[in-house]
């Protein structure tokens, strides 16, 4: 089994997988994810403020793609149950003492609040195909949403701030998406896939691109978390095992004229 784990200002090279198997999106990764060919962002634990263990917290991103169907899989992995704000447990639920008039944790990646304050929980993973430190699509639940009605593919409309509705436009193309339960006890990870996802690459299977992680609220006392990174270039790596494997071929030409 080949996982690639990368740092968060790591690099690495990636060839299309087609392996023996493919991630369970069942909302906990586990082992379900033991497969061939996934790499593995890694985010630094403990980067939100405002309280400790929470669902907001970002330790990694994971990435899996299968050229044969074309899928591109992915998962993020938080602190306890994605989408639980104060990490009681609950990700419906304010169990922090003596909270704040904002300090308020929506179910299903939601929305709510009181005393004329709203909060709106979002996560997203943003995708900049041609890297040209623009981000095109958006895979997440928009600000103004919720996971169970809206966690989607999503046309990005914006800049590098995600908290805006406004900035999540509507995808009308041939690629779909499929998500793993709402963030709870028995799924407390983010697991979704891109079907087509070469329709957003003008239809090349050689996956290239920058990505964006962003999950958190916009409203409240906790800060977010975001992760970057880049999925590399594989037709590099092609091309040096193309270029190795030519080599050796030589060598053993040579050797095996020099023996005769």
């Given at each position: ?10 690099a690495c090279l990636m060839v299309p997988y087609r392996g ?212 590399p270039e594989p037709r590099v790596l092609g091309l040096l ?20």
């Open positions: 089994m080949a996982t690639f784990w990368v740092g968060a200002l790591g023996e198997g493919a991630p369970i999106l069942d909302g906990d990764i586990g082992t379900d994810w033991d497969v061939s060919g996934v790499y593995v962002f890694a985010d630094e634990a403990g980067d939100v403020t405002g309280v400790s263990d929470s669902g907001y917290d970002i330790l990694a991103t994971h990435f899996y793609y299968d050229s044969t169907p074309d899928v591109l899989y992915v998962a993020i992995d938080t602190d306890g149950i994605a989408g639980d704000a104060d990490g009681d447990g609950n990700p419906g639920n304010w169990g922090g003492a003596n909270p704040a008039p904002n300090d308020v944790d929506p179910a299903d990646y939601g929305f709510g609040g009181g005393q004329g304050i709203t909060v709106y929980e979002s996560f997203g993973v943003a995708f900049d195909m041609n890297r040209d430190e623009t981000y095109d699509y958006v895979a997440g639940v928009r600000p103004n949403g919720d996971y169970t009605d809206d966690a989607g593919l999503y046309v990005w409309g914006g800049g590098a701030d995600f908290w805006y509705d406004d900035d999540w436009d509507s995808y009308s193309g041939a690629a779909t998406t499929s998500w793993s339960p709402s963030p709870g006890d028995s799924a407390p990870d983010i697991e979704f896939k891109i079907t087509g996802f070469s329709l957003l690459n003008n239809n090349s299977k050689v996956i290239d691109f920058n990505f964006r992680v962003h999950n958190g609220s916009f409203g409240d006392n906790i800060g977010e978390d975001f992760a970057v990174g880049s999925v095992a193309t270029l190795s494997l030519m080599g050796a071929f030589r060598r053993r030409r040579r050797v095996a004229t020099e023996g005769t």
